[in-house]
Structure formats: C-alpha cells, structure tokens
C-alpha cells in the first residue's frame, strides 16, 4: 500500500454487525458491514472501541480474518473468561448491533498474492485467524502460490475453520492438523505440539526460502520460530505476531 | 487525537466495562492495565552470546563509544520504576528495572545530531529526539524484577523510553545511532506514529 494512501488519520468507523457465526467453543465469527473501510491486506489488524452509556471505553486490536471485500470484514474472535471485551464480542453483539472500528493497522506481518510463495502458515489455536486471510486472500486472487498450513489445536472440535480449510486443501495447499490434547479414535496425525521434526516434515525446506508467518500465544510463537532459525530459515522470512492471555 | 470531533462516540449496547481501580492519570486514553507482561515481536528472538555483545555509540559523534558486555555493567547503573505503556493497549504499571542511563552513555559525547535511531540484534530499529533520550528519560535497561532481562523481553539489554510507547524502547538493542535527521524506524515506516506519545494517543499515521 502506497504510504500516502493512508497518511491520512485512522478515523473511528461506525461497523453494523450483519452476521454471528459460532466457530469452536467460545470461538465466534462477527461480521461486519463498516462504510467507509479503506480496504486491508491479509494479515492486518484491526481496533475495536467500545463505549459504555456514561462514556467509559475500552479498546483492543483484533485481527481480519476475511479478505478483502469491500466494506465487508470479519473478526473471529475468542473469548476470554477474564477479558472485558471479547466476551461483549462473542456474547453480546448480535445482527443490527454497531460498534466502532478503526484500521486497518500494521504493515509487516502482512502477504498479498502478488508476492508469491512458497509460503509457511503456522498457527496455534486462534492465532489461525490472521493466516485464514492470507488463505482466503490467496484463494480469491486465484493464486497457486505452494502453501503449507500447519494448524495446531487441542482437539478436532476445537479447530477454527476447520470445514473451510478441508474445503480449500489443494491446489497448492496443503492442511496440516496437530491435535495436542485429545484426539478422535481414528487419528493417524501429528498429536504433540509443533517442533523442528514436524516443521521439517511438514516443510518447505529452507533452501526454498518460504516466506513463513507464525502467530499464537507467546509461548508457542517463541518456541516455533526458535525451531525455524535452527532449521535453517532466514530470520528475516519468519514474521511473527503473538498474542497474551490478556488480549482481553 | 482519533475521535473525529463531528461525531460522539458511538454508545455500545449492553457495554458495561470492566473497570479496574486504576488511577486514570496514569492511565492513558484507550489503554487498560495487565498485571501480566506481553511479548510482542516481529521476529524470531536473537540469542547473541554476551561475549559476542557490545553496545556502541555511533553516527555522528565526535569519537565511536563501545563497551562489552563486561565494560557495560561496571557502568553505573539505575533503579527505575515506571508505568509502561504498549500500543496494543496494555500498560502495566510500577514495573522495576535496573539499567544504564543514556545519560552516562553519552556523557561527554559531542553531537550535532537530534534524533536517536536505536538499532538491534535482529534488525529491528526505531527512532526517537535525542532530547527524549536525555535528562534521566532513557536507560540501557539489563534487569526487570531484579532478575536479568529474559531473552523475550529483549535480553541481555533493551531501551527503557517509558514516557513513549513501548515499541519505542527497542529489545535486543545493541547501540544508539545519532543523526541529524530523522530516520523513521521499522514500525514507524510500517504505520506507526513517528513520535508515540501515549498521552496524546500517538498510535498510528495521522494521529
């Protein structure tokens, strides 16, 4: 994006909540019609304010999980037992409901198609949802860029988008799920937490200089990068975005 | 500021607030208190060893300064504590760190220059007036809650610019560049404010 297109200031958008999608257990997609959106790339983010009837506010940052359209934009978000504004998000809000928006923000940990691949997509839990829209971005555009998704969940009922992302494996993509709590009877995959085994299995190899995005809690972003830069990855091809227990 | 002055905010249906009891002048707007300490980077952490480390003064000066490591600490140091403040909305209050000021790192250096560009392992870099820097604002920060700085939070040494917001206080810092223009750093070519006064809510282009 041209650094003059969004000189300007970020103003505070007024976005309509058009649809609730429930994803996993405490995971819901709020769709939003925003007029006025100046568009995002995949993988920005975006701030949410909230304002009580006496004028208290409360802001956090959520990532985009569509891609672009418009005046369209989807957040998934999870709620936190001791958050003050994402149980209000995934509980509260329904069809009709407006809220205020800014953004898009951040403009590294980002992908567009036109850049290509090889690229490495690794998540942990929610940490998918910025990753949903490089795919999402990818699949609009038509893009054939080779691209590995390696998901990590606790368990096959607590992946996000899991029925999309059955939908859209191949055609240069490919899903690969670890399950690191339980796992349904059948289950011939990974189920442990991501480390420099599964990373070289599931690849690209490093001489193929992927362009590679991590974003999870800190923990697990931590422990997956340090495992990339000791496979061989450049460190300046791993972007990463971490999340705490407190995004609330 | 972000408000657009021709509209009021928009109130929240059924938004209530959790509200802690945290004293609203050393909170900023749009920020919340965490007791917990988030990490946000833009990459994989750096591990130089210390013995590989030094920390230098460059740009335009009238000499290049470097200390190893070793030379580094048997500079005197601070106590500090201060409320930091991360533009993704968390501060967190009455946070304890030991360091070096950038006072005594700059003590007798002679320069034209009024920008900083703190640059680090990793090649993260951000810029800030020298004059933020100076007169007990900024420090070499080496230790947090009396242990040494983890390598997550930017261990063995990161900036500690505690009125600005936290992107401005670099991890993994390895020297001070000073210049006589002004270089806009990595998020502050990314989107970010070029100044990040947390007071004035500075976050982003425009602000």
């Given at each position: 994006?041209?650094r003059?297109?969004?000189?300007?200031?970020?103003?505070?958008?007024?976005?309509?909540?058009?649809?609730?999608?429930?994803?996993?257990?405490?995971?819901?997609?709020?769709?939003?019609?925003?007029?006025?959106?100046?568009?995002?790339?995949?993988?920005?983010?975006?701030?949410?304010?909230?304002?009580?009837?006496?004028?208290?506010?409360?802001?956090?940052?959520?990532?985009?999980?569509?891609?672009?359209?418009?005046?369209?934009?989807?957040?998934?978000?999870?709620?936190?037992?001791?958050?003050?504004?994402?149980?209000?998000?995934?509980?509260?809000?329904?069809?009709?409901?407006?809220?205020?928006?800014?953004?898009?923000?951040?403009g590294?940990?980002?992908?567009?198609?036109?850049?290509?691949?090889?690229?490495?997509?690794?998540?942990?839990?929610?940490?998918?949802?910025?990753?949903?829209?490089?795919?999402?971005?990818?699949?609009?555009?038509?893009?054939?860029?080779?691209?590995?998704?390696?998901?990590?969940?606790?368990?096959?009922?607590?992946?996000?988008?899991?029925?999309?992302?059955?939908?859209?494996?191949?055609?240069?993509?490919?899903?690969?799920?670890?399950?690191?709590?339980?796992?349904?009877?059948?289950?011939?995959?990974?189920?442990?937490?991501?480390?420099?085994?599964?990373?070289?299995?599931?690849?690209?190899?490093?001489?193929?200089?992927?362009?590679?995005?991590?974003?999870?809690?800190?923990?697990?972003?931590?422990?997956?990068?340090?495992?990339?830069?000791?496979?061989?990855?450049?460190?300046?091809?791993?972007?990463?975005?971490?999340?705490?227990?407190?995004?609330? | 500021?972000?408000?657009?002055?021709?509209?009021?905010?928009?109130?929240?249906?059924?938004?209530?607030?959790?509200?802690?009891?945290?004293?609203?002048?050393?909170?900023?707007?749009?920020?919340?208190?965490?007791?917990?300490?988030?990490?946000?980077?833009?990459?994989?952490?750096?591990?130089?060893?210390?013995?590989?480390?030094?920390?230098?003064?460059?740009?335009?000066?009238?000499?290049?300064?470097?200390?190893?490591?070793?030379?580094?600490?048997?500079?005197?140091?601070?106590?500090?504590?201060?409320?930091?403040?991360?533009?993704?909305?968390?501060?967190?209050?009455?946070?304890?760190?030991?360091?070096?000021?950038?006072?005594?790192?700059?003590?007798?250096?002679?320069?034209?220059?009024?920008?900083?560009v703190?640059?680090?392992?990793?090649?993260?870099t951000t810029n800030v007036?020298?004059?933020?820097?100076?007169?007990?604002?900024?420090?070499?920060?080496?230790?947090?809650?009396?242990?040494?700085?983890?390598?997550?939070?930017?261990?063995?040494?990161?900036?500690?610019?505690?009125?600005?917001y936290?992107w401005k206080?670099?991890?993994?810092?390895?020297?001070?560049?000073?210049?006589?223009?002004d270089e806009p750093g990595f998020w502050e070519v990314n989107g970010y404010h070029n100044y990040g006064?947390?007071?004035?809510?500075?976050?982003y282009w425009?602000?």
């Amino acid at each position: 994006m041209a650094r003059a297109a969004v000189l300007g200031r970020l103003t505070w958008l007024v976005a309509e909540v058009v649809d609730v999608v429930p994803e996993t257990d405490g995971v819901k997609t709020i769709v939003f019609d925003v007029p006025g959106w100046p568009g995002h790339r995949a993988g920005q983010h975006v701030d949410v304010r909230l304002t009580a009837e006496d004028g208290y506010q409360a802001q956090r940052s959520y990532s985009i999980a569509s891609a672009p359209d418009a005046s369209r934009i989807e957040l998934t978000v999870e709620r936190l037992d001791d958050g003050e504004v994402s149980p209000y998000l995934t509980e509260e809000l329904r069809e009709g409901d407006q809220i205020e928006l800014r953004g898009p923000v951040g403009g590294y940990f980002v992908w567009e198609p036109s850049q290509g691949g090889p690229l490495l997509l690794v998540a942990g839990g929610s940490g998918v949802v910025p990753l949903m829209a490089m795919l999402r971005a990818r699949e609009t555009a038509g893009s054939d860029a080779e691209t590995r998704l390696l998901l990590s969940s606790r368990g096959w009922d607590d992946v996000i988008y899991r029925g999309e992302l059955e939908r859209l494996d191949g055609d240069g993509l490919t899903v690969v799920h670890t399950l690191t709590r339980t796992q349904p009877q059948s289950w011939t995959g990974y189920a442990r937490r991501v480390d420099a085994e599964m990373l070289a299995e599931v690849g690209p190899d490093p001489t193929e200089r992927p362009f590679v995005y991590v974003c999870g809690p800190t923990p697990f972003v931590e422990a997956v990068a340090e495992a990339l830069v000791r496979l061989g990855h450049a460190p300046q091809n791993v972007k990463t975005e971490r999340f705490g227990p407190t995004g609330g | 500021m972000p408000s657009p002055s021709d509209r009021p905010p928009l109130v929240s249906r059924g938004f209530r607030g959790r509200r802690d009891n945290s004293p609203s002048d050393r909170v900023p707007p749009g920020q919340y208190v965490t007791e917990d300490f988030p990490v946000l980077s833009a990459g994989p952490t750096p591990h130089t060893p210390l013995e590989q480390w030094d920390f230098s003064i460059v740009g335009e000066v009238d000499e290049l300064r470097s200390w190893t490591w070793e030379e580094f600490r048997a500079l005197p140091s601070e106590d500090v504590t201060v409320d930091i403040h991360c533009v993704t909305k968390w501060s967190k209050l009455d946070t304890v760190w030991q360091g070096v000021s950038v006072d005594t790192l700059l003590d007798g250096v002679e320069t034209a220059a009024e920008y900083v560009v703190q640059f680090c392992d990793g090649g993260y870099t951000t810029n800030v007036p020298l004059e933020d820097v100076t007169g007990g604002k900024a420090w070499v920060a080496f230790a947090y809650g009396g242990e040494p700085l983890e390598p997550e939070h930017g261990g063995p040494a990161r900036m500690l610019v505690p009125h600005l917001y936290f992107w401005k206080s670099a991890k993994w810092v390895r020297g001070l560049r000073l210049e006589s223009t002004d270089e806009p750093g990595f998020w502050e070519v990314n989107g970010y404010h070029n100044y990040g006064d947390p007071w004035r809510e500075q976050r982003y282009w425009g602000d």
